[in-house]
């Protein structure tokens, strides 16, 4: 019974004892969090936060950034507590982050499933009721690097020099299907322009010119679809 009495006592110790270093490496809240904001008081709580050891580093840059992002509509501030200010912005750049991440993440399984090569790009002109309308024709193929057969392809291809993009094709792969481990020679045709000028003028001139493709939609055979959605 002694052995008992004495387990049960140590377990209680041990208990409390955790308990104890839990609450005492929980993070202390400042009572500045809950200090509302209004016009005037906005430089005398960024000196209480610089000297509020309760109050972390990324609590002071969320705060920053969003005073500096609302601060062009005062009602946005007034009456709110930098507590609510902070959690406004974390959610925001947490929101940021997520996006970023779904871009990158798509981005990288794309490249994993399409490759592409450009060919050639010329200069070309279709009679248009006895005219000559001029045209360019983009020669190129796009390679099924997956497991999965693809059953269609919609993206960009830009023509930059010095990182600076001089023009935009749209590519269009729609009801070309493409086995895995096979490739498709397709070639497109669209109105010249003053932009696909310049990549000829380029091309006489000897200019360094790179090409990057960028595809904003893959759809394989079995339903999945991979979408990029880009800013405007």
Known sequence: MRKFSSALSFMLIAAFM????SCGQQKASSPLLNEKINSTNLLDIARKMKDDKDVTREEIDLFSN???RLSFNKDSLNGKTVGQVIEMENKLRRTISNNSLLTSTTKAEMKLAVGFKLDKLVATTKKVEDKDVPLDALVYT?????DKKIKKVQGFVYFQINGQNIKRFTVNADNQPIEPGKGIRMQQVYKMDQNSQKVYQAQKQNIKMTTSFQPIIIEFEDGKKLELKLAR
Do not use: F, K, P
């Open 18 to 21: 955790v308990t104890l270093i």
């Open 66 to 68: 969003g005073v500096q």
């Open 142 to 146: 796009l390679a099924n690097i997956s």
